[in-house]
């Protein structure tokens, strides 16, 4: 047994040398990639990303080739991403800071592929506008003139956000009436929103053109309810001063309407917002605005 142990100490001896050596050649290695490791990030870690906030807009050839003919999804794909634009890696952006000339190509952009959709009109009314910039609302209310122009009936909803907009954010009346000027004499819709231009008149001091639309309002009594005729009369009166010129007119449709309750004829019930824009509704039984 001695013997044989005496024979195999060399060969031992011999394996554990190359395994030794087998280990610094390892230890040196890793010594050699940390410190390269160490090097490399003392040089860069002042280096930040160039993270832009609204991305570049592409071509409609390219997005629509992109969409391997799915351009519904590859639309609600975009409008997220627009959506989370300056909110990603963990950072938030300001509104000022964005790109609204950008905003407004990919509203464009991506109404053709989907030009019924609100999704896009209520991201820029609802989100977008609350930009600490006012002259950058001028570019939603572009994009919400072109989204509703030729369809005011169907889209009476944002035609309203973009008269508010024009009004109240950037202060241009002149900007709001031309848009308002789009629901005049429009039925069908809620008749505070036929009365927008009268408002915008009123805001103008063009109180003759205001008492004109609401005349045109008043010319169709099954389309409003007690209330709604109140509230027209309200504002002739105390925001117009003109109550004295219509005041014949205001009672001949008040028995009108008495009439009209005397036969069975149902009172019209105001209409709120549609649906489908994220808008919150009256509550049951809610009077006139």
Do not use: C
């Not at 007119?249 to 019209?268: H, L, N, Q, S």
């Amino acid at each position: 047994m001695l013997l044989t142990y005496w024979r195999n100490r060399p060969k031992a001896r011999k394996w554990n040398l190359r395994r030794d050596r087998a280990m610094q050649v390892t230890v040196l290695a890793l010594a050699l990639l940390l410190g390269a490791q160490v090097a490399f990030w003392s040089h860069t870690r002042n280096i930040m990303p160039e993270m832009g906030i609204v991305p570049d807009v592409p071509g409609e050839r390219t997005v629509r080739a992109l969409s391997f003919g799915d351009e519904e999804a590859f639309f609600r794909l975009l409008a997220l991403n627009i959506q989370n634009s300056g909110d990603t890696f963990g950072r938030f952006t300001a509104l000022y800071k964005y790109d609204y000339n950008k905003l407004y190509h990919w509203f464009r952009l991506l109404g053709s592929l989907n030009n019924q959709s609100n999704y896009l009109p209520a991201m820029a009314t609802y989100y977008f506008s609350q930009t600490q910039n006012p002259r950058d609302v001028g570019y939603l209310v572009d994009y919400l003139d072109e989204y509703t122009e030729g369809r005011p009936k169907e889209k009476w909803w944002w035609v309203v956000q973009g008269v508010y907009l024009a009004m109240h954010k950037m202060e241009d009346n002149n900007r709001a009436y031309a848009l308002a000027q789009r629901l005049r004499g429009v039925r069908g819709i809620p008749i505070w929103a036929q009365q927008m231009p009268a408002f915008v008149q009123e805001n103008r001091g063009e109180f003759g053109d205001a008492l004109a639309i609401i005349r045109d309002i008043l010319q169709h009594p099954e389309d409003y309810s007690e209330g709604e005729l109140n509230f027209m009369k309200y504002f002739i009166e105390e925001r117009l001063g003109k109550l004295d010129e219509v005041q014949q007119e205001i009672d001949t449709i008040r028995k009108k309407k008495e009439r009209m309750k005397a036969e069975g004829v149902p009172d019209p019930v105001p209409m709120g917002p549609p649906d489908d824009v994220g808008a919150p509704r009256a509550p049951m039984g809610a009077g006139a605005p």
